[in-house]
């Protein structure tokens, strides 16, 4: 209502005091006529003027500025009610037309409209946000500048529309109003860019800047002059360019407070950009390039970009928006530079200069443009030939623990994010939410929903671009895993006829063999027996309770030992612990590991006594074989030796996420095998 208020108030003021659709009589070239539009006439005299004069003739200076010693004429003529210009037209016919003082809206000229609206659209937009968000400091100093702003576009408005007749205090306090109107809008930015993204001064500072506004205004007052006007304005702009590259360092460790900078950094750029296109084509074009009030059409982009970063507008879209605007403002300035380079130093005509400045364009700046835009582009994403590398080294990755890490060193690697964790419910789709900062990804890979977080090491927002690349990295995995999938159902009905021929064919043979073997023969049979139930189990995928295979293994490796002479203490799986089921894998490696053990302890350790401690400790089991032999070698327990057996016990436990640790100080060894029961094993209820 205000805004209306005012906008109604400044358009009747202007009517009032406006020279649009009055007739006025101008002496010029020995010919009387009417100004406006009027038809030539002769013979024109005023009739109902009431004025001094019954007949005023005026000449085009007595309508210029202030009007002269011919101003009260003028404003008894604006103000005469029933005043008509009388007169022959050219076909010798008498003619009376009634001189208008009150011209129409219709009457008012661009130069009017177009200050009225875009100050009415601007305070549209910084009192729309401000009413959103009433309590933050920055849509009240934005809201201030808006209303300033608009003061100042509707006294301009006023100011092109008068005439030479008007009250001169009236004008004088409107220009008046207009400095102090302008001084405050300035002094409002460079409140708010001290205040936002990152407040570099406390509240109270802020408002104390937009106080100084009512000095500096006054003394340009009591110094008015075009030349001071200029220098003051373009002091303020600089001023406020400053605190842009202060608050560019200060949001250095923050994306989102850059992310709004940048609209607001932008914005200055084309605003500026924009401007001195203009001025630079009005001058090569032989004029003086100021736009007049046409210039504000160019202002008004720069005042949205301010409100789309006080607004915080589409923050995660803008890092791809920000190099196809810049890329669009180099080509502008260099065309201008170019061309005018060409006029106005090589004296080129303007005809052949922009056939030149167009080729240069075209063949030179857009070349290294999209150059530029590749190398960037490409630093950020990965080739379609590498993505499918990336995917299916992640699908067919050994163990799921492998396939995980390696879908998490893939995140890492393109987009760079400070912190990547379980996402506390399950995830539908990649999203992108708290404006860019985090970047949720559905379950993949073996590997859990997770959450993305400060991408580019915490200098930059997560973009829509990288979202749709995150969605097609999460597509073509899970399309991997699938394949991956069939060709392992596929190669599992294989192995289970395989296990089944293994176990009908050859296991029936050693049976037999068994029933005819003698007691030296026996002990081995049975040992391939177990072996090959073993790997009929592993090609099938079944599982075997842990206490089971320990058992087996206990009762080979002691036979074993007892038949070289060693004694051994190896107390049986304590009753009634935790059920364990082992895959072939565990299986395997325990049963090696602790065969090599057991080998190594027979050929070199020459011990008489050896003891055991099986133990499960958290999610891992622990083998502790210790015996009283002659020990190790330090180059033996560093890995230096010619001999396999270490080596391969070492690399057998590390296939399974498991370490065997070699203690041979103060005599004997102790070996401690230790092997995780997660992920390729099961821990039950007892």
Known sequence: MVTFAAAVAVLGFTLTNSLAGGRFLVAGDGVIYTLSEGPTWSGVALTGTGCAEPMLVLTPNDLGEGGGARAPLIRCLMDAPDAAVRGSDAAGQVQVQPLRSRPKLWHLTADVWIPVIIGLLSWGLSGGLWAFRPRELATQLFALGGLAFMSSLLIIGSFTAHHPGSDPAIFSALLHANLIANQTFYFALMALFLSYPVRLIPPVGAWGVVALSVPCALA????????????????????????????????????????????????????????????????????????????????????????????????????????????????????????????????????VALTVTLLVVAFGYLPVRDLVWRRLRDGKTLSEAAMFEAVLAIAFAATPGERAQRWRDLLQGLFRPLRIEPAPAEVAEATISGEGLHLSLPAAAEAPALILSYARDGRGLFSPSQLRLARQLVQLVRTASQSRDAWE????????????????????????????????TRPILHD??????????????????????????????????????????????????????????LQKALTSGLREIVSNIIKHAGARHVAVDMRLEGDALTCAVADDGVGLSDLAVSGETAGQGLKGLQRRAGEVGGSVRFDSQGGGTRVVLTLPLRPNAEILAP
Not at 496 to 501: F, I, N, T, V
Not at 536 to 565: K, N, W
């Open 220 to 351: 340009q007052v009591s110094l008015i002059s075009p030349a001071v006007t200029g220098l003051l304005a373009v002091a303020n702009m600089l001023v406020i360019i400053a605190l842009i590259v202060w608050q560019f360092f200060a949001t250095r460790a923050k994306p989102r407070e850059r992310a709004a900078l940048t609209w607001l950094g932008l914005s200055v750029a084309v605003g500026c950009a924009l401007w001195a296109g203009t001025l630079a084509i009005g001058m090569l074009q032989g004029g003086s390039g100021d736009p007049g009030v046409f210039g504000l059409v160019l202002f008004f982009p720069f005042y949205v970009g301010l409100t789309l970063g006080v607004a915080r507008f589409c923050l995660v879209e803008l890092q791809d928006w920000t190099f196809r605007i810049l890329f669009f403002l180099a080509a502008a300035v260099l065309f201008l530079a170019v061309d005018a380079a060409l006029v106005m130093v090589a004296g080129l005509g303007q005809g």
């Open 489 to 520: 159902r596929g190669a599992a009905t294989v192995r289970r006829q395989m296990a089944q021929d293994l176990h009908d064919d050859v296991g029936a043979r050693l049976l037999s063999g068994l029933n005819q073997a003698d007691a030296v």
């Open 528 to 585: 391939a027996l177990r072996d090959i139930r073993a790997i009929s189990s592993a090609m099938l995928g079944q599982t075997a309770p842990l206490d089971g295979v320990m058992a087996d293994i206990r009762f080979e490796s002691v036979r074993r030992l007892e038949a070289a002479g060693v004694v051994t203490d190896w107390p049986l799986w304590p009753h009634g612990g935790p059920a364990v089921l082992a895959d072939y894998r």
